[in-house]
């Protein structure tokens, strides 16, 4: 249905495109169903308006949308074919795309599964990934500029406000241009976007498909939203599961703590996997022994000492101390089975090669018997020691994470998240299945506690622990 006020084109756009209804609205005009006569297809078109104030030709602002636009040749995209001008007005000839955008989505079916949203997302980071790989940052992504077709295809659309590096500001008369609810806080604060501006924005556009709703509530002032977004700590989701970490690294307030928008994409893929278990140790078979794994390769002050290695030790001490005895016992005895194979020379116990004993004390046995602790132990006890560095020592937890979650993480982020948490309690920790850990733990951030259910997914690098992913489950 047309919307009031607006008039139909009678007759085709630039002679070739023939415009049937109105099927949405962008930040820059009205988004138009039409059919292509000359090759036979559907196509969107977008006619471009006079934003008030403006104080150089509006045309300028288009035919700028038109380049840059035109230039991003990626799939997950809202291509532009064709730019029409007619009068006053430009027509933008775009892809059509059936289907929903995401903030329809969620108005008809309430927040999505965290898994759906990260496949929708990821798919969305590579498509602005590319655009700010050409230098053109979007500047209004919403929910309302994600558009979702069959199998949850997802397309970024309306690059309406965006501008390549080096362009001019076209708006000189302080309108606001975007969607307040989804600015990050350097925007809100008057400084230029950037593409670390498009990364808080599809953070924002996550956080309102897994949670219901946007991050900040609707306000009928948009100074005073604004206001609360540059001044104010952004809210946690809470029912984000896999999403909640990456959703507060992309709405972290320093924008140069945010990973880039192709990180992004690369963790977002790795979210809408589900959990691995790739990271998982191997079970044992039924009569294999655990081995005895060493300690995380970290020497803190504020680390406490496994209880188990120090049980192995003194009990590898009553061993050392007992295989003396009985050499000792033996030669006072006249006990031939504790003397050398050559009798005419003499030789300390050290030098021994025979010692009798039963089967159940011979000395490769009973150290491993007496020290091998249970899988589950080793790994609960490494979770422990990791969380005893932390906040404080991210140097060393830093090295208890593998080389690809390095990667994936990013140092930055990392150390931002770390640096704004007070202090974190270790609870509680329980091995769910060889490999995987859930530790119950409690942050404390400006006097307010919160505690959460983190999986830790470990695995081994020469005989050493280390977190290859994780995800909050609880």
């Not at 078109?45 to 008030?52: E, F, I, Q, S």
């Not at 949850?152 to 307040?180: N, Y």
């Not at 008057?190 to 609707?218: F, I, K, M, Q, R």
Request: aromatic residues 4%; proline residues 9%; contains cysteine.
């Amino acid at each position: 249905m047309d919307s009031p006020g607006t008039t139909l084109p009678t007759e085709p756009i630039g002679g070739r495109y023939r415009v049937e209804r109105e099927v949405g609205r962008g930040g820059m005009g009205s988004v138009w169903l039409a059919q292509d006569e000359r090759l036979g297809r559907p196509v969107a078109v977008k006619r471009v308006g006079r934003l008030p104030g403006e104080s150089l030709p509006h045309l300028a602002r288009a035919m700028r949308e038109a380049r840059s636009s035109a230039a991003l040749n990626h799939p997950n995209v809202v291509s532009v074919y064709d730019a029409v001008e007619e009068g006053e007005h430009l027509w933008l000839v775009m892809e059509y795309v059936p289907g929903r955008t995401l903030a329809e989505l969620v108005a008809a079916e309430g927040a999505l599964a965290p898994e759906r949203v990260a496949r929708i997302g990821a798919q969305v980071a590579e498509g602005l990934a590319a655009a700010h790989a050409l230098g053109t940052v979007h500047r209004d992504v919403k929910p309302g500029n994600v558009l979702v077709g069959d199998d949850d295809a997802a397309k970024i659309s309306d690059f309406g406000i965006a501008r390549s590096a080096g362009d001019d500001k076209l708006t000189q008369t302080g309108l606001m241009t975007g969607t307040p609810a989804y600015f990050a806080p350097e925007l809100a604060r008057g400084n230029d976007a950037t593409p670390a501006s498009d990364v808080w924005g599809l953070g924002a556009t996550l956080y309102a498909a897994v949670e219901g709703h946007s991050p900040y509530p609707s306000a009928s002032n948009p100074l005073a939203l604004m206001a609360r977004i540059a001044h104010e700590e952004p809210p946690l989701p809470q029912t984000a599961g896999p999403l909640r970490q990456p959703i507060s690294r992309m709405m972290d307030v320093d924008p140069a703590a945010r990973p880039t928008m192709a990180e992004c994409a690369d963790v977002l893929r790795r979210a809408a996997a589900g959990p691995t278990t790739t990271a998982a140790r191997p079970a044992l078979a039924p009569d294999t022994e655990p081995e005895v794994q060493p300690a995380p390769p970290v020497d803190q002050p504020r680390r406490r000492r496994s209880p188990l290695l120090i049980a192995g030790v003194l009990a590898l001490l009553l061993l050392v101390a007992g295989i003396g005895f009985l050499l000792l016992q033996g030669r006072e005895d006249g006990d031939p089975s504790a003397a050398t194979d050559e009798p005419s020379t003499s030789k300390s116990p050290k030098q021994s090669q025979s010692v009798e004993t039963t089967p159940e004390q011979t000395p490769e046995e009973t150290p491993e018997e007496t020290t091998a602790p249970p899988v589950s132990s080793d790994a609960t006890t490494f979770a422990e020691d990791y969380y005893s560095l932390l906040p404080d020592d991210t140097n060393a937890s830093w090295k208890l994470l593998t080389k690809d979650y390095q990667k994936e993480m990013g140092r930055g982020s990392y150390e931002g998240f770390w640096n704004s948490i007070d202090d974190v309690t270790f609870d509680d920790a329980e091995e769910v299945e060889p490999g995987v850990v859930d530790v119950t733990i409690t942050y404390l951030t400006d006097g307010s506690e919160e505690t959460e259910v983190r999986r830790l997914y470990l695995e081994e690098d020469d005989g050493e622990l280390l977190i290859a992913a994780d995800e909050v489950v609880g």
